[in-house]
């Protein structure tokens, strides 16, 4: 028997697990990606209105693997392909995030280096708080009010009137030019409902100051918007998690986001020049200050441009010592 003559027939070569196709980091585009608004998230799963409309039957969705630990926050505006027909236990994929427009943020203290997104693209920030029951805390409101990213601005409403004179509150703030609102328990919060309507807005406030109660006024049907939207997170209470509502499409239409009560308000990512930029008359005149200039004027900053505004005549005294608490409360403990 002759030696035997091998071809490339006999190679045997095991199969590895990869196949031959090159890898590519090139991600589908998703051009037909419909687009939507997130309105709550739990557990790895976010509820969408498809189109921010929220006469059709919002969407459960998860995060696309391409967009890896991409954080996604109520008031997003995402891109979602899948199954949009909101039916029970159907589920599409979040594929894209569009740019944010606002984002309001806060960390758990003034140490903490991690920021939260509480609240993207939201128009307006509602900073409610009690006039009494409890009993309203100035260091709170003032950080609220330099959170606001350009693009949105701060409101403050101050709640429960009926039980004390809230003229003496907001006092403090009648120098910052903020616009401030007042609501009672046993009347409609009308003026409030007129400024919300056709935007997208936030409450923002510490719990019992009565977030819950503006939410049940404003949304007629809350209870069973809750109910239906909530439908991942077993219907939680709206202040466990961020919960976008509509508001009725008679009063102007618009989002409201009811937010959980926070026991702080931590602003470590806020710096001094942040508080005077919140301002459109201020904004530009920080521009001549020195480096490293916190606003606070003699002694610690002498050379502060806040101060030549006043002796001009640019600037009301008044409201630059309202600036100023602001700043200090800034740079006080929390």
């Given at each position: ?321 309202a600036l100023r608490r602001v700043l200090v409360a800034l740079r006080a403990p929390w």
């Amino acid at each position: 028997m002759g030696a035997r003559e091998y071809d490339e027939s006999d190679v045997r070569v095991r199969p590895g697990r990869r196949g031959t196709r090159p890898r590519t980091k090139r991600r589908p585009e998703h051009a037909d990606a419909a687009e939507a608004m997130v309105i709550t998230v739990d557990r790895g799963r976010w509820t969408c209105a498809p189109g921010g409309d929220a006469s059709r039957p919002p969407v459960t969705a998860m995060r696309a693997r391409e967009l890896g630990r991409t954080p996604i926050v109520v008031g997003d505006r995402v891109g979602l392909v899948g199954d949009l027909s909101g039916a029970p236990d159907t589920i599409a994929r979040i594929v894209r995030v569009e740019d944010r427009t606002t984002a309001l943020r806060r960390t758990a203290d003034d140490t903490d280096p991690f920021e939260r997104v509480v609240v993207a693209n939201a128009e307006l920030l509602v900073v409610v708080t009690a006039v009494a029951d409890p009993e309203p805390r100035t260091g709170f409101v003032d950080r609220c009010l330099v959170a606001p990213t350009p693009g949105s601005r701060a409101v403050l409403c101050l709640t429960k009137s009926d039980l004390a004179d809230p003229e003496p509150f907001a006092a403090n703030y009648r120098e910052l030019d903020i616009p401030v609102l007042t609501t009672r328990r046993d009347r409609p919060p009308e003026e409030l409902a007129g400024l919300l309507a056709g935007r997208v807005s936030a409450l923002v406030g510490h719990s019992g100051v009565g977030k819950s109660t503006l939410v049940n006024a404003l949304v007629p049907d809350a209870e069973r918007a809750v109910g239906t939207v909530s439908a991942v997170g077993k219907g939680r209470h709206t202040t466990v998690a961020a919960l976008a509502l509509p508001l009725p499409e008679d009063r102007g239409g618009g989002w409201v986001v009811d937010t959980p009560g926070v026991r702080s308000f931590g602003l470590a990512h806020v710096t001094p020049d942040d508080v005077p930029a919140a301002f459109d008359d201020l904004a530009s005149a920080i521009e001549s200050c020195p480096r490293g200039c916190g606003h606070l004027g003699p002694p610690a900053d002498p050379e502060c441009a806040l101060d030549e505004l006043v002796e001009k005549g640019q600037l009301r005294p008044a409201r630059l010592a309202a600036l100023r608490r602001v700043l200090v409360a800034l740079r006080a403990p929390w």
